[in-house]
């Protein structure tokens, strides 16, 4: 017979794994109720329970039965990552209706409690299910996608700058100004420079629409062009430059 698995609680009551029946007094019997996993551990007999008689108890009287070897600790299990619906985006998480596993203290401290999350129930699942269901079939208004939000969250705080070469006349397209944006934000269908054409340096704008929804406006830079120096050659640049102090004292 294979080592019947046991479970201990930390009182030190014993509690055999599956259908367990303990006996009252007056012959009635009841189910034996488990504790929470949190305080239990695991253990197996040491020595193997000799098979029995068909119809009756198997003989565990003998006291090298109750000794028993520890197979794991419940507590120091770890925990399992929390399961939750978002019902509002979240940057760096998710968006509205998303499915997502966190971790246990940031959806409860975090999402939560501030009613941007649900727990993922059936029921839930069911409302969120047939809610993505109308909205890809354009009854509901679309929403941001996660990299859109984080497009957007950039260019809130980027500043494009332009640089020009020197030449009598020149005009700032706005084919131009699209391909200036790095970090591989595309923007050619959304990038307005403003109506009229930029011919002069200074600071204008332009607005960037992202996947249609969200519009922002961007500063624009236009500058004469200047060739890329690495920091060295910049560092060394203005150890050789003087002071404005130093070069008044220097004046004949």
């Given at each position: 017979m294979a080592l019947r698995r046991l479970t201990w609680c930390l009182r030190g009551s014993c509690?055999?794994?599956?259908?367990?029946?303990?006996?009252?007094?007056?012959?009635v019997q009841a189910g034996l109720a488990s504790p929470q996993s949190r305080q239990r551990v695991v253990v197996e007999r040491w020595w193997k329970v000799p098979l029995s008689k068909k119809g009756r108890e198997p003989r565990i009287k003998h006291p090298r039965f109750r000794v028993f070897r520890l197979v794991e600790d419940l507590k120091h299990r770890p925990k399992e990552p929390l399961e939750l619906i978002l019902t509002e985006p979240v940057e760096d998480v998710g968006n509205r209706g998303e499915t997502v596993?966190?971790?246990?203290?940031?959806?409860r401290n975090h999402l939560l409690f501030h009613n941007r999350a649900v727990y993922a129930s059936p029921e839930n699942k069911k409302l969120f299910e047939e809610e993505n269901r109308l909205r890809e079939?354009?009854?509901?208004?679309?929403?941001q996608s996660h990299s859109g939000m984080k497009t957007v969250r950039f260019l809130k705080n980027c500043t494009l700058e332009i640089?020009?070469?020197e030449c009598d006349q020149w005009e700032l397209t706005k084919e131009i100004v699209c391909r200036h944006f790095l970090?591989?934000?595309s923007a050619p269908p959304g990038a307005d420079s403003?109506?009229?054409?930029?011919?002069?340096?200074?600071?204008y704008w332009?607005?960037?629409?992202?996947?249609g929804l969200d519009t922002v406006r961007v500063p624009l830079s236009v500058q004469p062009f200047a060739e890329p120096k690495s920091s060295s050659q910049r560092l060394r640049l203005a150890q050789k430059e003087p002071e404005p102090a130093e070069r008044e004292v220097g004046k004949p």
């Open positions: 509690f055999l794994e599956g259908e367990v029946q303990m006996k009252l007094k007056g012959g596993f966190v971790h246990r203290s940031f959806g079939e354009g009854k509901l208004p679309r929403l640089g020009v070469n970090r591989n934000v403003p109506e009229e054409p930029i011919t002069q340096l200074g600071s332009c607005d960037v629409t992202v996947n």
